[in-house]
């Protein structure tokens, strides 16, 4: 009898270490995880302008997705832009120096395939190209995730692009042919500092 209430107990403490464990884990990955930018928030839409003087080619606007307020974009072919899309400022710059990566969530609304190309900058001359970059390419109707780690670009080593002073991210399409639209659902910093892609990385492999 005192055996069986014995083994109850320790069941009883294993169940509730398990269930700590578990909470304590999400209660992590939710520190890890931050909204960079919030289309809810009132005024974001300051931030967004194309990345043309003009514009010409590019339309987007704020409405509503099913949990809030999203970010739609057109881009049309035009010969002044083979990238069309959206750039989003900070001013002042974001500290993302806590995080090892940023993530855009967005979906397809175009009849043929999106290239859809993923910025983050530092200032500085652009011929220095002072940013790291990432793509997907995604199927109409289809959604993905394009991730951004700090210092490589290409899932290569890249520009030593310096968390603590991110002055913009860009969001475009690579030389579309015909009309595409897409809708950027959520921007978010994630990771630790020092993350790297999963992909190999030609750096390492050559040696």
Request: proline letters at 7%; a neutral charge; hydrophobic letters at 35%.
């Amino acid at each position: 009898m005192f055996l069986l209430e014995e083994q109850t107990i320790l069941k009883l403490i294993g169940i509730t270490l398990l269930a700590i464990f578990f909470m304590a884990g999400a209660s992590i990955r939710a520190e890890e995880e931050k909204l960079l930018v919030d289309f809810n928030k009132q005024g974001v839409e300051s931030q967004i302008k194309t990345n043309l003087p003009t514009r010409e080619g590019v339309e987007f606007m704020l409405s509503y997705g099913k949990n809030g307020k999203v970010l739609d974009v057109k881009c049309k072919p035009i010969p002044s832009n083979i990238y069309p899309g959206v750039v989003i400022d900070f001013d002042p710059p974001m500290d993302l120096s806590k995080y090892g990566r940023v993530e855009v969530d967005f979906t397809n609304y175009s009849q043929d395939n999106i290239k859809l190309c993923f910025r983050v900058d530092n200032a500085g001359y652009w011929k220095d190209e002072p940013w790291n970059s990432e793509f997907k390419i995604v199927k109409p109707g289809k959604s993905e995730t394009v991730t951004v780690f700090f210092g490589y670009s290409w899932e290569k080593p890249g520009f030593k692009l310096d968390p603590s002073k991110i002055v913009s991210i860009m969001i475009f399409v690579d030389k579309p042919k015909n009309e595409q639209i897409f809708r950027i659902e959520r921007i978010r910093v994630t990771g630790k500092p020092g993350d790297k892609p999963q992909a190999p990385i030609e750096t390492e492999v050559k040696k």
